[in-house]
T-cell receptor
Framework: SQQGEEDPQALSIQEGENATMNCSYK?????LQWYRQNSGRGLVHLIL?????REKHSGRLRVTLDTSKKSSSLLITASRAADTASYFC???????????FGKGTMLLVSP | EAQVTQNPRYLITVTGKKLTVTCSQN?????MSWYRQDPGLGLRQIYY???????DKGDVPEGYKVSRKEKRNFPLILESPSPNQTSLYFC????????????FGPGTRLLVL
């Protein structure tokens, strides 16, 4: 079953701008992750935030988690053309090693 | 190099002709999974395995089989493929110590005519 739902479905920005993607989920989670997928390729793990964390940074990535609203956001600062990809949030329930993915946000960064 | 490999990468077949997509990881991971990705539906889990000889159904297991006879391999079997199984398939693995972070293979694009 689909757990995470990303918003927007597609986002087009210019290089140097910031990109923000949101994810909402329905049930309680152990953690939430963000993955990137370049066209037709495998997913690459970007960042994980646990249910007891509110914010996490990794390079140009900033992830927030609001468990009361069951939502998360991914911010990519100073975007580059190479950031063009689809971004997926995925949730993990306690005790499982399985991920439930959302449908993704397609990000296009124009030079 | 630590990686998950899948074969074949591309496959065109006909309805009813049995096929196997292989998946192998060299990271000694306990957990392995299969997903399919379809436009507008995102990734959906087909089957997963928490260790050798332990497999469980995911969200969309119908029409698929898996086996886990060895730790490194997790083949996906389509006994009688149908056109609705045309999709992009991904294998993934993770370790017991860091089970939440999955490493994905490059994908297998399957077309069933």
């Amino acid at each position: 079953s689909q757990q995470g739902e990303e918003d927007p479905q597609a986002l087009s920005i210019q290089e140097g701008e910031n990109a923000t993607m949101n994810c909402s989920y329905k049930t309680s989670i152990n953690n939430l992750q963000w993955y990137r997928q370049n066209s037709g390729r495998g997913l690459v793990h970007l960042i994980l935030i646990r249910s007891n964390e509110r914010e996490k940074h990794s390079g140009r990535l900033r992830v927030t988690l609001d468990t009361s609203k069951k939502s998360s956001s991914l911010l990519i600062t100073a975007s580059r053309a190479a950031d063009t990809a689809s971004y997926f949030c995925a949730t993990v329930n306690s005790g499982y090693s399985t991920l439930t993915f959302g449908k993704g946000t397609m990000l296009l960064v124009s030079p | 190099e630590a990686q998950v490999t899948q074969n074949p990468r591309y496959l065109i077949t006909v309805t009813g002709k049995k096929l196997t997509v292989t998946c192998s990881q060299n990271m000694n991971h306990e957990y392995m999974s299969w997903y399919r990705q379809d436009p507008g539906l995102g990734l959906r889990q087909i089957y997963y395995s928490m260790n050798v000889e332990v497999t469980d159904k995911g969200d969309v297991p119908e029409g698929y089989k898996v086996s886990r006879k060895e730790k490194r391999n997790f083949p996906l079997i389509l006994e009688s493929p149908s056109p609705n199984q045309t999709s992009l398939y991904f294998c993934a693995s993770s370790s017991r110590d860091n089970k939440e972070t999955q490493y994905f293979g490059p994908g297998t694009r399957l077309l069933v005519l």
